[in-house]
Structure formats: structure tokens, C-alpha cells
């Protein structure tokens, strides 16, 4: 038997066993004082606070051999990925579409591009090419017999929503002096400035285990979506990424001798994530301390993976190209009397840096990007060169042909945020042109659709589509035959979803964020809901009469002094459902008697028949009223008609009778 499984991998037969190989290599900068990435202005170190590291795993199910590196680094430009690649693939025969390189992402180590204030350093960045060609290069010649696994848990400690909502009497200018900013990124802990956050978590924590056929690690590839952690560091530093790889390996090899063993952490989906839970008092989270939390719970992980000698790998890439937003003319000449009056310094303020940031992207207003998909047996990986938000990572797990999947951001190049469509509209530093976040408005959705295509070449296999009608909290509202029924689990303002089966689409429009946390629902899945924030979703019902009821759940966000009422829930034609400052629900000069208190989620049923109108709160009768009946099919929530008092807060489970 081991002769013929060494016959068939010498002939490149898949199905002949994996087999594999790691390696990494310092790439701390030699030389100190250095600039390092990550702010909005430039800044000096002077000395190193831990090592970085090039690490890189190559695996060969005797098909095809795959590279996966990962670099302590804010990020790697395209064009260095493709250098690094080339001079690999001379070297070691495998081909530069089947290579994966990546950046953590720390915001201590030297910049290999430029970034908003900072400057590429090129010295640096030719030393540090050369070494992570050395990491693969290295990994390749390292193969041996080995075994791979996975495992996955749900980690909601260690990440946490970055982005939150401004109160709409609170928004922002922009570094351009337009007041645009109705979501912004570190809100401060508790600041009731601010509603809630921006959009959901990706909690997944991630690892794909290596070890060689006596059991000993190999290699470990770490996943987990939150940006970095930073604080306390005072030099050059691989942040919590470096820690965590130091922490690992000391616990699978307590009595020493893991020398030739790589453990690696790559970046998931967070470009709006970050370990600070803003809903919460202030606490001091550090570093060292952080990465050794995540190292235990990958160490828990690993001691529970199955192992497989025979993974099948498959590897698919694509080429995208992408229009630039580029500066308007008078943003432009703005721009360039700016930098006349910097001359030949940095930029020392936010409107330098953008200002220069203009003159970046005009000057080259479109990017080609690399995405990419791999399959190591069941697990799916995906690779896209940006900072990516958390729902754009649940979007691609979700629809995944894989038994698991987690995404890598900020690989094979480094081309900026890309929010959601949605999420421009609501504005921020994620949304500000620049190299950072330049990508045209529809990228993400491209992208998302790209990669996807790529996962389903990659298994074989079609994209999942999820059920919205299976869910628990849906079967009581279903069996009662609604006309339409929106359970408010949409990702985007294109359609909101009837899931009643009559086919009453709606659709969002102005500022929404989605796929928050809606009603608990004591179920797996969380309950999704949109939260509402100066925007509303409009439908049409066919067949709906002027005896009629809907039904939905609340949250209301906004404090009761922003304003003389708090918001509509609800409107057809001139009949308006809304809220009042002082908590109490309301239909013309209706008031309800009880008091709805502030973030916190209630059940409205407003029944019309007769000439008369009844609300119900919870259960609870709380106002009748006369009136004439409301007036066609059409529909809105979050809004009535004209009036100003568009919601402020989430809608949920959405559902209109006919009776």
C-alpha cells in the first residue's frame, strides 16, 4: 500500500494523500527609526515591540499544489503580491493563479504601500518582498505526508460592531466641510450621541489544522474577523497577530522543540469590526492578553478537529475591474489650492490627507482586482484584496456551497473599504474617497457575486439559498394567511422579501442598515431585522381592502428629547401609526395609554374595520379611533407619506391581513 501511494503522488494522482509544507521568516525592519501605517497621519517608531513574520503553508493533494501566505503587514499592494508571486512560482513551479498572499492587517508595521498621510517606505518594502518570497519558497521545500482538519466556533467576546449611528440631529462634516456623516466609525463608550451600530458581527472563529502522519503540528491557519487591537504598543509590532502565533505555539508545545512548526492568523471580514463593545462602560483590553484568549479557544479547537489524509483542493481566481469615485471638479480644485499651501510636507491634517487622496485616485481611475475561492476538502476559503464589512462576510457564509467557509481580506492587493451600497448613503470614514475606500459605490454586491461563482466552481456544488419560512417565529404568523409578510431578514434595499408566498415585494429607500439583531427569538439563528435611520420600505399589497391589520416589532433607538415625536411606524395613505416623544403610540389624535420604553423591543397591531381603528400594544388594547380608511394598496413602514418623522430604530416581522 505506501508504495502505491507513493506511485500515485508521483504521478499526480488526487485521491494519493495531502501532503505538506510551512515555513516563515522574520520580516522586522533592520533598520530603526521607521514610519509605520495605519493612522490617518504618519508616525515614527523607534523601536521593535515583538517580531513580525512572513509565514506560509503550501499544501499538494497530488493534483495541484496551493500557496496560502500571510504577512504581518496594514496591508500589500497588487503590484508587490504579483512580484512576490512571480519570483515564487520561478522557483518552485507552482503557478502564481493557485498563490494566496495576505496581510493581518496590524497598524504597527512599516508601510509596504502608501496610505492616507503615510508614505510607502521603499527600502523596507524591497526587504520585505524578498522575505516573503523566502516563506513560500521555503514551505514548498519543506513537503511531507500529512493530515488536515477544521473547526469552527462562535467567538461574540472578541468583536464587536465599530460603526455606529449618529441621532440625525447629530451628524457630522466630512473631511471635504459637507455635513454628510450619519454613521461613523469608534462612537466612544456609551456616547448617547449615538444610536447603535451600523451593521451585524461575523463571530466566527476559524482553524484549519496541519499536522504530519505521527501526529505532531504542522501548521495552523487562524480566522477571525476584528481589525486589531493596538493600544498599549509603543514600537513596531505584529499586534495581537504576532502574540496570538507566539501563544499557540507555546501551548501545543509546552516542553519546547516547535521550531518547525508555522501558526499563522489571517484577517476576515472586518472593516467595521473591532474588539471595543461600545454599548458597554470602557475597559482596558490588552494585547498580549487578548491574542492568549484567542490562542486558548484555537488550541480548545484544535484538539477537537477530524483529520483526513485525502482532501481533494481545487483553487479558482478571477480578474474584476473597478471604476474609481472619482473627484468632481470643484472637489478637485479644492484639493490642489490645499496641497499649493502644503508644498513639499506631510499632510498634517484630515482635509491635507484627503485633499491629497484626490489627486491618488484621479490619477488612476480604475483597479483591477484579484478574487479568489479554494477548497480544502469541505472547508471553503474565500480571497479579496479589501477591507470588507462583517455583513458582506455572513452574505458569501451564508450562500457558501461548503460545509464551512471563512474569508481572508486585504489579499493579493489592497484596493480599500467596500461598504455596502447602503452604507454610502449613511456616509463615515469607510465611505470618504480615497486609496482607502475608492471602489465605486456597487462594488461590494460585484464582488460578493464574484466570489461566489468562484466558491461554486471551487465545490461543484450550487450556492445555498436560505428559507426564510422555516424559522420558529414565522410558522404562527404564516399559518394565519397574511397577504404579505416581511421578516425583515434583507441584506440590502432592493427587495424586502415577502415571505407569505402572494409575492409582495418591497423596497427600501434612504438611510437603512441591515441584518441587525431583530426580535429574540430563542432560536440558533438570529433573528435579523433592518434599523431604520431616515429611510423606509414601501410595498404595494394586492387584494387589501379597507378592513385590514398589520402588525410588527419595535425598537425604538432615539431618546425621547431629539424631538417632538419620535417616529412613524406605519402609514396608508393619510393614516399614520406613530410614536410620540413621550413614549406613547398614536393614529391622528388618538393617544395610547401606556409608555413604550426606549431600546427595547414591542409588538404594535393596529386592526382596521368598521369606520374604526384599534392599536394594540403587546397584547393590549391602547387606542380607538373613528376615521375614514386608509386609501390604496400601497404600504410604507418607517414612514407616513410626507411628514418629517421618518423611524429611528428597527422593524421586524412586518405583516398585513386582510381582515
Given amino acids: ?83 512576490v508571486k512571480a519570483r515564487a512560482s520561478a522557483a518552485t513551479g507552482i503557478p502564481v493563479e493557485r498563490m494566496m498572499v495576505s496581510a493581518t492587517h496590524s497598524h504597527s508595521a512599516p508601510p509596504v504601500m502608501g496610505a492616507l498621510g ?151 471580514t472586518s472593516g467595521d469590526l473591532h474588539y471595543m463593545d461600545y454599548s458597554q462602560p470602557a475597559k482596558t483590553v490588552l494585547t498580549e492578553k487578548y491574542a492568549e484568549e484567542l490562542a486558548e479557544q484555537a488550541a480548545r479547537l484544535i484538539g477537537a478537529v477530524k483529520y483526513s489524509e485525502n482532501v481533494p483542493l481545487d483553487f479558482r481566481q478571477t480578474m474584476m475591474t473597478f471604476e474609481r469615485r472619482l473627484p468632481s471638479q470643484k472637489k478637485l480644485e479644492w484639493a490642489a489650492a490645499l496641497m499649493a499651501k502644503m508644498g513639499s510636507k506631510a499632510p498634517a491634517t484630515q482635509a491635507e490627507v484627503y485633499a491629497r487622496e484626490q489627486m491618488y485616485i484621479a490619477a488612476a481611475p480604475k483597479r ?106 414565522a410558522k404562527p404568523v404564516l399559518a394565519r394567511k397574511p397577504l404579505a409578510y416581511w421578516r425583515g431578514e434583507d441584506v440590502d434595499s432592493l427587495r424586502a422579501e415577502d415571505v407569505s408566498g402572494n409575492g409582495n415585494h418591497g423596497r427600501y429607500e434612504g438611510g437603512v442598515a441591515f441584518y441587525l439583531d431583530g426580535i429574540p427569538s430563542g432560536e440558533v439563528a438570529i433573528n435579523r431585522a433592518p434599523h431604520f435611520a431616515g429611510g423606509r420600505m414601501k410595498a404595494s399589497v394586492a387584494g387589501l381592502g379597507t378592513d385590514y391589520a398589520v402588525e410588527m416589532w419595535f425598537y425604538n433607538a432615539l431618546l425621547p428629547e431629539v424631538r417632538g415625536v419620535s417616529g412613524y411606524l406605519f402609514g396608508r395613505g393619510v393614516e399614520c401609526l406613530g410614536l410620540r416623544a413621550d413614549g406613547r403610540l398614536f393614529v391622528g389624535d388618538a393617544i395610547g395609554k401606556s409608555v413604550v420604553g426606549v431600546r427595547t423591543w414591542n409588538q404594535v397591531r393596529l386592526e382596521r374595520g368598521g369606520g374604526k381603528v384599534r392599536v394594540f400594544l403587546n397584547g393590549t388594547e391602547e387606542l380607538a379611533a373613528n376615521g375614514a380608511a386608509g386609501g390604496g394598496p400601497g404600504l410604507e413602514f418607517g414612514a407616513c407619506g410626507e411628514r418629517a418623522e421618518t423611524w429611528e430604530g428597527r422593524l421586524d416581522e412586518m405583516a398585513v391581513f386582510g381582515r
Fill in 368 to 473: 483591477e482586482l484579484v478574487l479568489q475561492a479554494m477548497r480544502i476538502g469541505d472547508l471553503g476559503i474565500a480571497a479579496i484584496p479589501d477591507e470588507v464589512f462583517a455583513l458582506t462576510g455572513l452574505k458569501i457564509k451564508a450562500q457558501s456551497p461548503f460545509a464551512h467557509t471563512f474569508n481572508i481580506e486585504l489579499a493579493n492587493g489592497a484596493e480599500g473599504y467596500i461598504p455596502p451600497p447602503d452604507q454610502h448613503r449613511l456616509g463615515g470614514y469607510t465611505t470618504w474617497p480615497a486609496r482607502t475606500a475608492g471602489l465605486e459605490v456597487g462594488a461590494e454586491p460585484r464582488i460578493t457575486e464574484g466570489v461566489l461563482a468562484l466558491l461554486e466552481q471551487a465545490s461543484g456544488k450550487p450556492r445555498r439559498v436560505r428559507d426564510l419560512t422555516a424559522a420558529a417565529i
Fill in 118 to 268: 503615510t508614505d510607502e517606505d521603499q527600502a523596507y518594502s524591497v526587504f520585505f518582498e524578498g522575505r516573503l518570497v523566502e516563506a513560500i519558497v521555503g514551505a514548498a521545500g519543506r513537503m511531507t505526508p500529512a493530515r488536515v482538519g477544521w473547526n469552527v466556533v462562535k467567538d461574540w467576546e472578541h468583536t464587536h460592531n465599530r460603526r455606529w449611528i449618529l441621532r440625525p440631529d447629530k451628524m457630522r462634516v466630512d473631511p471635504f466641510g459637507d455635513l454628510t456623516v450619519r454613521a461613523h466609525m469608534h462612537p466612544g463608550y456609551q456616547n448617547p450621541d449615538f444610536v447603535g451600530p451600523a451593521g451585524p458581527v461575523d463571530p466566527d472563529f476559524s482553524v484549519m489544522s496541519v499536522k504530519r502522519l505521527d501526529g505532531t503540528p504542522l501548521a495552523v491557519l487562524a480566522n477571525y474577523s476584528m481589525h486589531y487591537v493596538g493600544g498599549q504598543i509603543k514600537g513596531v509590532s505584529a499586534d495581537y497577530f504576532g502574540y496570538f502565533c507566539d501563544k499557540l505555539r507555546g501551548m501545543l508545545f509546552p516542553r519546547g522543540g516547535g521550531e518547525a512548526f508555522v501558526p499563522m492568523i489571517s484577517q476576515g
Fill in 1 to 83: 500500500m505506501k508504495i502505491l501511494a507513493l506511485w500515485l503522488a508521483a504521478a499526480g494522482i488526487a485521491g494519493a494523500g495531502i501532503r505538506a509544507g510551512a515555513f516563515e521568516v522574520d520580516v522586522t525592519p533592520q533598520t530603526l527609526p521607521i514610519m509605520v501605517s495605519g493612522g490617518f497621519l504618519a508616525k515614527q517608531m523607534t523601536l521593535a515591540d515583538g517580531r513580525l513574520h512572513a509565514r506560509a503553508i503550501v499544501l499538494d493533494d497530488g493534483a495541484q499544489r496551493i500557496v496560502i501566505a500571510v504577512a504581518d503587514s496594514l496591508m500589500i499592494p497588487r503590484e508587490l503580491c504579483d512580484r
